[in-house]
């Protein structure tokens, strides 16, 4: 029988094995776990970069883009600008009547093919209001190739016979086109130099243009020497003492009345008390 020494170094002994199993077993543990620790940065470092490349796709996609976008601007600019690609091919003309098409091309002067965005319609507008017998002129671009000009002609309203001839004279007291000869149904203007910025002309103009047609077939001669005096000469040598431009219509009204009466001078000056002799 084992004595009790005995016995207690076998229970040391067999916590020895023991301390001993469990320090083999805790050594790979410890280096799974350290193995595992080291690990962990080199997946994160690889789930950066899965997530990087994307970015850097999308980055260089966009410039690209950009690249494009600005190649393609400039491009179309160069054709538009500087290349007859979308250049003028036809002129086109409206609202003449007496003016004719080929004097408003030829006053136009814009070459054929010539770059569309580069006509300066300002100077085209002028060139052609030089014309004889324009009044207006409103030129505007018709894609893709057609320049249109647009014209409003002076109307005639009366004539004057002066040292250079006999020229056709519109409301505006323009004296713009020559004639060979007095033109039928036109009063003639009795003012020593006509012209827009003369009032005597300016008065004897707004006069006219508002007398009603039945009346103004009737005028053969008009008159002023100041803006208030305006005088009218009828067929049958009767005249009109018609003053200022002011009531026209009021006094075309109440000279239609006096019509009705024989006599060879009619004052509607004023309107309210008009006269007759």
């Known amino acids: 029988m084992a004595t009790r020494t005995q016995r207690a170094a076998r229970r040391g002994n067999g916590r020895e094995r023991a301390k001993g199993r469990r320090g083999k077993t805790a050594a790979p543990s410890r280096r799974r776990t350290a193995q595992r620790g080291k690990a962990a940065p080199s997946r994160r470092r690889t789930a950066q970069r899965g997530k990087a490349a994307p970015s850097r796709r999308r980055t260089a996609q966009r410039r690209r883009i950009a690249l494009l976008s600005v190649v393609t601007v400039v491009a179309l600019g160069y054709l538009v600008w500087f290349t007859p690609f979308l250049g003028v091919s036809t002129v086109e003309v409206v609202g003449v009547r007496t003016v004719s098409h080929a004097a408003v091309r030829s006053a136009a002067a814009v070459p054929a093919d010539h770059p569309l965005l580069r006509v300066n319609t300002d100077e085209v507008a002028a060139r052609v209001g030089r014309l004889p017998g324009v009044a207006t002129v409103d030129v505007a671009r018709s894609w893709p190739s057609t320049l249109t000009i647009t014209v409003t002609e002076r109307r005639a309203i009366a004539y004057h016979e002066g040292g250079d001839g006999i020229r056709l004279v519109d409301v505006a007291g323009v004296p713009y086109k020559r004639v060979a000869r007095p033109p039928g149904g036109l009063p003639?203007?009795?003012?020593?130099?006509?012209?827009?910025?003369?009032?005597?002309?300016?008065?004897?103009?707004?006069?006219?243009?508002?007398?009603?047609?039945g009346l103004s077939g009737e005028v053969v001669a008009a008159r002023a020497t100041t803006p208030g005096d305006v005088e009218l000469d009828l067929t049958g040598d009767r005249v009109v003492r018609w003053g200022d431009a002011h009531q026209n219509a009021e006094k075309a009204r109440v000279l239609a009345v006096l019509l009705t009466r024989e006599a060879t001078t009619y004052d509607v000056s004023s309107p309210e008390l008009p006269t007759v002799s």
């Open 188 to 213: 003639r203007l009795e003012i020593s130099e006509p012209g827009p910025g003369d009032g005597p002309t300016r008065a004897v103009t707004g006069v006219l243009a508002s007398l009603p047609s």
